[in-house]
Structures are given as structure tokens and as C-alpha cells.
């Protein structure tokens, strides 16, 4: 299998995820504003800073990202992420932004990970709209994503609908309580909802396995994506050591 080059940015996490990842899977590493081989596999963290540009050009990449459970540690404020910690997962994804679940794979990951996965709830009064960043809007070509998911969810329920982004004041754990569904364009939190029992969907068509806002009313939480989505993210010493690289290629 062809290694892929990694593009890096000035950006620190960026640079920190390239380095490691580069290092594990013994690529090459490349600056964003250096690279002109688009005929090559590459891998690269995040969407911004010219590395968006090239993931649209190129025809295989390697995708890394904050995981799917146990991220590093964040906060959000004055429209800023700031990144606490590395000591968290981090997703890595061939030719897409986000994995969907589907696999085989067994549940050694996930029992690693020790997470309190909660029962589907069957109660909640209203619906969580997660609204995306602007940098996944653009990425997903989505500039109205919150009128027409509203739109969309209502053709289904007439429950409340309540509005919520990274950067809202009220902790995305406080609303799940009594929330019956959790709705997102791609967003991980969508897996957290699914662990604290709360069924969540995604409007980006290659997340319908996991459910269809059609049947928001009806829900089923499909667990046995768990073990999958576990193989797919990686601790940062693992990207180093090559462990995540050794496990991606098999």
C-alpha cells in the first residue's frame, strides 16, 4: 500500500497529529504550501489552512481529526477551540470526515475505552439541532444547514427544537438529559448523544446507516457501531508508534 504524504501547517495541532503521524506510518511530510503532487495518497488534520483545498483535488486521503469517544480535552470560547490536552483520541478515516460505523470489528477498543454507555431512553421532550461550525458548512456546501434541517425535522415531529453549537452556553450534557434526539450534520457529539441513550442523526447521506431523520419518532439506537468507531480512533502514542498505521492498512 502507497504511504501517503502528510501535509502539515504552521498550526500547532496540525503540525503535532502530521509529525506523529508521519513518523508512525514512516511518510513523508510536506507543507501545505509546498505540495503539488495530487496524484498521491495523502494525510493531513483538519480542514483549514489550505489543507481543505487539497483533500477536494487528491483522490485518496487519510483523514485525522478529534475521535469519535474520550477526546482530548477542549474548551470553547470567544469563537476560539482551545485545545487543553492531548491526551485524548484522535479519528482517522480513509477518504471521508467521519466513519459510519459499519465493520466487523471485535470489542477489545471499546471495552478499553471504559465508557458508560447508557440504554436507549425512550423520554425527552424536545430535539437537539447541533448546528456545524462554518468551516464544516463550507466543507459540506451546507451555508443554510440550520433552516433546512428545521424544515426537514418538522416534516417529522412537532417537538421543540432547540439550537445548539460548540460555542453555546448551556453544556451539551445538560440539555441530553431530557432530550429525545440529538440531530447534527456530522458532528462526533452525535456518538456522545448515542452513548448517554439519546438516538442521534446526521444529515450527511453517508451517516444514514446510523439513522434517518424520517424515523426520528421511532428510533433505534444501533450499539454494534460502538466497536467499530472504537478501531477507528487512535491515542496519540499510538499514531506514533505506528500501531494506528499498522491496524489502518490491514
Not at 458548512?137 to 416534516?155: C, H, M, Q
Request: one cysteine or more.
Amino acid at each position: 500500500m502507497e504511504k501517503p504524504i502528510v501535509i502539515y501547517t504552521d498550526h500547532i495541532m496540525n503540525k503535532t497529529l502530521c509529525y506523529n503521524f508521519a513518523k508512525g506510518s514512516g511518510s513523508l511530510l510536506c507543507h501545505v504550501n509546498k505540495f503539488k503532487e495530487y496524484d498521491r495518497t495523502i494525510a493531513t488534520y483538519g480542514v483549514l489552512r489550505g489543507t481543505l483545498e487539497i483533500l477536494n483535488k487528491v483522490k485518496n486521503y487519510y483523514y485525522i481529526d478529534h475521535g469519535y469517544f474520550n477526546q482530548s480535552k477542549r474548551s470553547f470560547e470567544n469563537n476560539r477551540t482551545n485545545v487543553i490536552n492531548l491526551e485524548g483520541y484522535f479519528r482517522i478515516v480513509n477518504n471521508n470526515f467521519i466513519h459510519n460505523g459499519i465493520g466487523n470489528y471485535p470489542s477489545d477498543r471499546l471495552k478499553k475505552l471504559n465508557l458508560d454507555i447508557l440504554e436507549q431512553k425512550n423520554t425527552g421532550n424536545y430535539i437537539i439541532l447541533s448546528e456545524p461550525s462554518i468551516a464544516m458548512k463550507k466543507v459540506y456546501n451546507t451555508p443554510n444547514w440550520r433552516e433546512d434541517t428545521i424544515k426537514l425535522v418538522k416534516r417529522y415531529t412537532d417537538r421543540k427544537i432547540i439550537i445548539h453549537n460548540k460555542f453555546s452556553k448551556e453544556p451539551l450534557d445538560s440539555l441530553l438529559k431530557n432530550a429525545w434526539a440529538f440531530v447534527s450534520l456530522q458532528s462526533t457529539a452525535g456518538f456522545k448523544a448515542m452513548q448517554k441513550g439519546i438516538p442521534a442523526f446526521f444529515t450527511d447521506h453517508f451517516l444514514k446507516n446510523i439513522g434517518e431523520i424520517k424515523d426520528i419518532e421511532s428510533p433505534i439506537i444501533n450499539y454494534k457501531i460502538f466497536n467499530n468507531l472504537a478501531y477507528g480512533q487512535w491515542t496519540l502514542n499510538e499514531i506514533q508508534s505506528g500501531e494506528a498505521w499498522e491496524n489502518i492498512i490491514k
